[in-house]
């Protein structure tokens, strides 16, 4: 029991295990432990996730509605992605429909391989109804600058014959001019609100091309003509707009999408955390919460700059309850987690040494940690 004298109450807000569980998964289990020694304990789950995979399924959890639709994945092969709406919102996320782990069998693309299913499932949201999109960038399988984006909502990307460019960021070089009227027609009002923690630049040696490139299976030659690529694309859409975005903070997330966002969607870019928290409603929730407990598959020194645990632990801060964490391993410091807010963690390694056999057996192993956590933090409260 919680002081108050009512069953004591946690909140459950994990981002998923990365190859081993969903967010909901690490939820679910971590519930099931916590209730095999607390029966009447009051489970809230809030899965979140950071602007990357499992943005739609946080969004789902908060009872968006999903929404499937037609669309293409980043070689222009036919998939069926999802997004998520409610009333004028819709939350739509790249790595479900352009995301590496859609392309086909694996094969890295990186001079094809384009935003534009993206952009498919953004005119989607607009078209029923929606005003305000969240979009999270993250796990791009491309850099074409957010160009394929720009061409599905609408704009004309021209050679120098009058012909349409192809897709993907090896094309850009050939690009010498752009024509915006239809997608300023498509967008209309809508307000784009980007989820991302990427404060890389477009261009340069901390840009799109130079550093996320060759995650996407660019060679040093291919990295190069993606960077004169996007390099001539975000001249003529600096020319067009009278903008030049290219510098800005988050232009270089997600193979530069963000920079097609930022310039022509007029999006603001916000930490994505951030954005999902205030999706979930989590200090509402949280109210009168005797404890939070999140966590990812690695606690390191990734987590710390802007990653969901960190997020989730700022926000549980404002409203006094207590954060705990768990993780599939912890590389932090018990100073390093106290700075970031979080009282405890606990890592499935300390229950079993061998990361392969963690990762194999997640859940019931995360089920062991919900029961620890429970007697450790909850069973000991006062009761009336």
């Known amino acids: ?28 289990a971590l519930a099931a432990g916590m209730l095999d020694v607390l029966p009447g304990l009051d489970v809230i789950k809030l899965p979140v996730a950071d602007g990357g995979d499992g943005t739609v399924a946080a969004a789902l959890s908060a009872g968006f509605e999903e929404i499937i639709v037609d669309a293409v ?25 352009v995301g590496l ?35 999270g960038l993250g796990g791009s399988a491309s850099t074409d600058g957010g160009a ?29 001019r752009l024509d915006l009227r239809a997608l300023r ?35 040093t030659h291919q990295v190069e003509a993606l960077e004169r690529g996007v390099r001539r694309w975000s001249e003529l859409v600096s020319r067009a707009t009278g903008r030049n975005e290219a510098d800005r903070p988050g232009a270089g997330a997600a193979g530069g ?33 005797d404890l939070v407990v999140t966590g990812e598959g690695s606690l390191d020194d990734q987590s710390l700059a802007g990653k969901a645990p960190v997020g989730v632990a700022r926000a549980a801060a404002r409203s006094g309850v207590p954060v705990v964490a768990v993780a599939g391993r ?16 606990y890592a499935l390694t300390d229950l079993e040494p061998d990361l392969n056999q963690c990762i194999a057996n997640a859940s019931p192993l995360l089920r062991q940690l919900g ?3 429970a007697k450790e933090w909850l069973a000991k409260l006062p009761r009336s």
């Open 1 to 28: 029991m919680s002081k108050s004298g009512t069953a004591s109450r946690v909140v459950l807000a994990p981002d998923k295990f990365k190859g081993s569980l969903t967010a909901a998964e690490v939820g679910d």
């Open 73 to 97: 994945g980043p070689t222009g092969e036919p998939v069926q992605a999802a997004y998520a709406l409610h009333g004028n919102r819709a939350v739509v996320e790249l790595a479900a429909v």
């Open 101 to 135: 782990s859609m392309l086909p069998g694996g094969r890295l693309d990186p001079l094809t391989s384009s935003t534009y299913g993206l952009g498919l499932v953004i005119a989607d949201a607009i078209r029923r109804g929606a005003q305000t999109i969240v979009l």
């Open 148 to 176: 394929g984006m720009a061409q599905a909502l609408g704009a004309r990307l021209l050679d120098a014959d009058g012909h349409d460019l192809s897709h993907g960021g090896g094309a850009l070089q050939g690009l010498a």
């Open 185 to 219: 027609e498509t967008l209309g009002s809508s307000s784009i609100m980007v989820a991302s923690d990427v404060d890389n630049p477009l261009l340069g040696a901390d840009g799109a091309a130079a550093v996320f490139g060759p995650q996407k299976g660019a060679d």
């Open 257 to 289: 999408a963000g920079f097609a966002a930022l310039a022509l969607l007029n999006a603001k870019i916000r930490p994505g955390i951030e954005l999902i928290l205030e999706l979930v409603d989590f200090d509402r929730r949280i109210v009168g919460a």
């Open 330 to 345: 912890l590389q932090l410091s018990p100073q390093q987690l106290r700075q970031a807010g979080i009282e405890a963690a």
């Open 371 to 373: 029961a620890h956590v």
